[in-house]
Structure formats: C-alpha cells, structure tokens
C-alpha cells in the first residue's frame, strides 16, 4: 500500500510542470486528499487501549468457557450417580419380593411352632433373613424432588426400625421362659409389618411416578414369583405332612388383597419343609 502511495505522488509530481502555475491552490487540494487517503489506507497500530480489550475479551472468552466446562461436568457426574428408573423399578421388586417371601416363611414356620407347642425355636438363619438393608434404597441417588426425598427418608427409617423388631422378635423365640402369648403377639406384628412395607412399597412407587406403581402390576410380579418358586422346588418330593397341611385363615393383609390367597397357600406348604425347629 506504501508502495502505492508513493507511486501516486510520483505521478501527481511529474505531472505538475505541464500545469499552469496559477493553479498552485489546487495541487495543493490535491496533495490533501492524497495526504488524506494515504492516512486512510495505512492500518491503525495496536494502540494500549486497544490491547487491554483484546486481553479482557480474551480472558473473558477463557472464563466462558472454563466456567461452561465445568458446569459440564459436574452435571455430567451428577447424572452418572443418579439411579435411572428402571433401576429403580428393580429396587422396588426387590423389596416386594423380599417382604412377600418373609410373609411366606413366617407363616410357615407359625404354623410348625404350633404343631410343635413352642417347644423350640426357628434356626436363626430363618429369622435374620427377614432383615432388609435400608442403604440398598440409595436414597441420596433417586432423581426426586424434596418432598420424595422425604417420602423415602421416611421409608428408610421404617425398614431399619423393622430390623430391629426382627432382632426382638428372634430373641424371644429363643428364650424357653419367655410367655407364650408374648411370642404369639410378636409373631402377629410380624405378620402385620411385611404386608404393609409392601403396600408401603406400592404407595412409594406411585409417589415417585415408577412405571411398576399398580396393584395389576404387583399382583402379576408376585405370581411370577409364586411361580418360580414352584418351578425350583418340584423336583424335591413334598413330605407328607406338608401335603396334609390345611393352612389356617390368615387376618385380611396385603397379599390377599392383590388376589394372591392360591398363591400364598402353595408357597407356605412348599416353604413347611424347609423350617428347621432347634428344640429348647
């Protein structure tokens, strides 16, 4: 461009002679101008105002995007720790089988403790397995608002105090001087407390709108377990007396409501055998 310049006032100047002298005003416009575009057509030099607002917006574009990437990844991590529903769904089958089999075992081992008088106790192994762990609910992962949370904090809290009924409950079975209608009341609780964390369960599942959140649905997941629990067990031949079994009326609960009385009936003699009874 300087080159330009140069060559354009290299014309202008060869040209002046072949002009009248009178008109010395107007080469001197004409320089002007010259003057004016060359001014005009050099580049502006990086001023200090000029470099201080680059630095800023490049600093500003640095913190754009360090604050968008982590951002990023702390939601990114969020998400990788949040429970996705049909894990949930998963959760919640778990524990209504877990409580639905309880309910099995413990009708089965009443049953053989009258017929035995109370003459012994269950083998613990029975007992302790009734126990749930309340930390499986992760609670702290479930993608749910405040009032949920609070909704299964309040869950969490009924299966450790359950827990703790369980370790009652196994403790008097074990103690010979203990009053019989003491472990009959325990055992009646305990046949009160399973069916209604299942319910329990049902109303969670609702709150928290999971796809598994129906009686049909509950009702249609526990004859599947029902089920499955026949297709384990029939190539052990049934004793006798579990054939004869006539299993008493049990006090309206949850179970019987879903249109499981069948089911429940043929769990609890296949489960008769497998009691053991540890006598006093």
């Known amino acids: 461009m300087e080159e330009f310049n140069d060559s354009l006032n290299s014309v202008v100047q060869d040209t002046i002679p072949?002009?009248?002298?009178?008109?010395?005003?107007?080469?001197?416009?004409?320089?002007?101008?010259?003057?004016?575009?060359?001014?005009?057509?050099?580049?502006?030099?990086?001023?200090?105002?000029?470099?201080?607002?680059w630095t800023g917006l490049f600093l500003a574009s640095i913190a754009a995007i360090g604050t968008f990437l982590t951002a990023y990844y702390i939601y990114k991590d969020y998400r990788q720790n949040q429970i996705n529903t049909s894990f949930q769904e998963s959760i919640f089958k778990d524990l209504l089988r877990h409580y639905y089999r309880n309910f099995i075992v413990l009708h089965a081992?009443?049953?053989?403790?009258?017929?035995?008088?109370y003459n012994s106790y269950p083998s613990e192994e029975h007992i302790l397995k009734f126990k749930s762990l309340p930390e499986d609910l992760r609670i702290n992962q479930f993608t749910t608002s405040t009032k949920n949370y609070d909704v299964l904090h309040r869950f969490e809290l009924l299966l450790r105090n359950i827990n703790t009924e369980i370790d009652v409950f196994l403790e008097h079975l074990k103690n010979p001087?203990?009053?019989?209608?003491?472990?009959?009341?325990?055992?009646?609780?305990?046949?009160?407390?399973?069916?209604?964390?299942?319910?329990?369960?049902?109303?969670i599942t609702q709150t928290l709108k999971v796809d598994f959140n129906t009686r049909e649905k509950f009702t249609a997941f526990l004859k599947s377990v029902s089920a499955d629990n026949v297709q384990r067990k029939k190539s052990k031949e049934p004793s006798l007396e579990s054939?004869?079994?006539?299993?008493?009326?049990?006090?309206?609960n949850?179970?019987?409501?879903l249109?499981?009385?069948?089911?429940?009936?043929?769990?609890?003699?296949?489960?008769?055998?497998?009691?053991?009874l540890i006598p006093f």
């Open 243 to 252: 054939q004869q079994l006539i299993i008493p009326t049990r006090d309206e």
């Open 177 to 203: 001087n203990l009053p019989l209608d003491v472990k009959q009341r325990d055992m009646k609780a305990m046949a009160f407390k399973f069916p209604m964390t299942s319910e329990r369960i049902l109303e």
């Open 18 to 53: 072949a002009i009248p002298s009178d008109q010395e005003e107007i080469y001197a416009k004409l320089f002007s101008l010259i003057n004016e575009v060359k001014a005009n057509t050099i580049p502006t030099e990086l001023t200090q105002t000029d470099f201080d607002e």
């Open 259 to 276: 249109d499981l009385k069948q089911d429940l009936d043929t769990d609890i003699k296949l489960e008769y055998d497998i009691i053991q």
């Open 109 to 117: 081992m009443k049953i053989k403790l009258e017929n035995n008088s």
């Open 254 to 257: 949850f179970f019987d409501q």
